[in-house]
């Protein structure tokens, strides 16, 4: 069995691929997000896995603030993401550097069709605002251009925990059950 620092760091080499992956696909597509946007962040429905979590509460853990990340989460209603700022003069989310894989895959990533063919799944806001943008990265896709497969990048989750890395849940269970995972495992580990 492997151990839970060796899962978040495999969870951690994976979002780096990912990173690489939708970098070089930005680039050859020509997309970007909209400045200031973080729409994505406000969708009610966004469903996410504990695992992909893991780095996160890994952090948490370190800095300190794995318990009142709990509370916080405990007193939340909201199905938006709890770590979206809300401040007028602050935008995007608050912990950017270990956000989930889907945070990472959202608008520059595909599905794939019934023929198992990539197709570029574009966001609203860019298929709203820059609608010229979005359908030449998806022309991008449909001449073969390489883009990120999140199916595929779900299934190299799911190798690493299969349990944790295929249950998926509404965003702000799956970032409490990661620190969860990580605090009871820590609290385990100190009264040993």
């Not at 994505?40 to 429905?45: A, I, S």
């Not at 948490?60 to 990340?69: D, R, T, V």
């Not at 405990?74 to 889907?102: H, M, T």
Request: aromatic share 12%; net charge positive.
């Amino acid at each position: 069995m492997i151990s839970l620092y060796h899962k978040v760091q495999k969870v951690e080499s994976l979002q780096k691929s990912v990173d690489k992956d939708t970098k070089v696909f930005k680039r050859h597509a020509c997309i970007e997000c909209e400045s200031f946007c973080a729409e994505c962040c406000r969708y009610n429905d966004v469903t996410a896995t504990s695992l992909e979590f893991l780095p996160f509460a890994w952090h948490a853990y370190k800095l300190g603030l794995l318990e009142q990340w709990l509370e916080d989460l405990e007193k939340n209603e909201s199905q938006q993401c709890i770590f979206l700022r809300q401040d007028a003069d602050k935008w995007g989310c608050k912990i950017y550097p270990v956000r989930g894989l889907i945070c990472r895959l959202f608008g520059f990533s595909a599905i794939t069709d019934k023929n198992g063919r990539p197709v570029y799944a574009a966001c609203r806001i860019l298929k709203q605002h820059r609608p010229e943008t979005a359908s030449r990265a998806g022309l991008y896709v449909v001449g073969g251009g390489k883009v990120p497969v999140i199916s595929t990048y779900y299934r190299r989750l799911a190798s690493i925990d299969p349990s944790t890395g295929n249950d998926f849940m509404p965003i702000n269970q799956a970032i409490k059950k990661a620190l969860e995972i990580v605090y009871f495992h820590c609290l385990y580990r100190e009264s040993a």
